[in-house]
């Protein structure tokens, strides 16, 4: 696995080196070093979000998993406890179980809740789909392919480039919206019930 991992990173990186080589090869004009400059950035930013989102998302899923075994664990535990050893408080017993119960779900919610709010793995999908499509484009650059085997090659990547970058920041702020609208919607559940 890790040997795969070295060797996607490793083409990863040629593919880069090639675009640069040919990005520097190809005549044109002074205001797209802005663009060249802005690209790198973008480029290795993404990598490196990609990555951090990855590696966030899967640590909190299993620290989630653990306190809501723990948590799971610790209800058994108790109805146990009030079934089996406590049979002449029986009425009490339910009625803490029944409290477990609810601090269970409410803490579960909330850890949840609070999972939708990182959204590590939703970063990590428009990363990886952001990066994935600055690669075509910089395969198509490199290997002369239709929109690059003209004379503008640097002005329609540039062109390409740019609404892939758009259409990152319209989910993204998509995303946050909508994560407006969730957290809202707690607050109206709380008080209609």
């Known amino acids: ?5 070295e060797k996607l990173l490793d083409q990863t990186q040629e ?3 090639k675009w640069n080589g040919r990005w520097l090869a190809e005549p044109g004009s002074r205001e797209l070093n802005i663009f060249y400059a802005m690209f790198q950035c973008v480029y290795e930013y993404t990598l490196s979000a990609k990555e951090y989102n990855k ?7 299993v620290i989630f998993l653990f306190v809501l075994s723990g948590l799971w664990l610790f209800y058994a535990a108790i109805l ?3 079934i089996f050893f406590s049979h002449e408080k029986a009425q009490l017993s339910w009625v803490e179980s029944g409290l477990s119960l609810v601090l269970l779900f409410f803490l579960s919610s909330i850890i949840s809740k609070w999972l939708d709010i990182k959204k590590y793995q939703e970063t990590w999908a428009r990363y990886s789909w952001q990066q994935h499509q600055m690669e075509m484009e910089m395969i198509r650059f490199v290997s002369n392919i239709e929109p690059y085997n003209g004379v503008n090659k ?10 892939i970058w758009g259409k990152n920041i319209e989910k993204f702020v998509h995303n946050m919206e909508e994560k407006e609208k969730g957290l809202m919607d707690i607050f109206d559940n709380i008080k209609t019930k």
């Open 55 to 61: 590696k966030m998302n899967f640590r909190w899923k």
């Open 154 to 163: 640097k002005q329609e990547f540039v062109k390409n480039i740019s609404e």
């Open 1 to 5: 696995m890790e040997q795969r991992k």
């Open 80 to 82: 146990i406890k009030f």
């Open 15 to 17: 593919l880069y080196e």
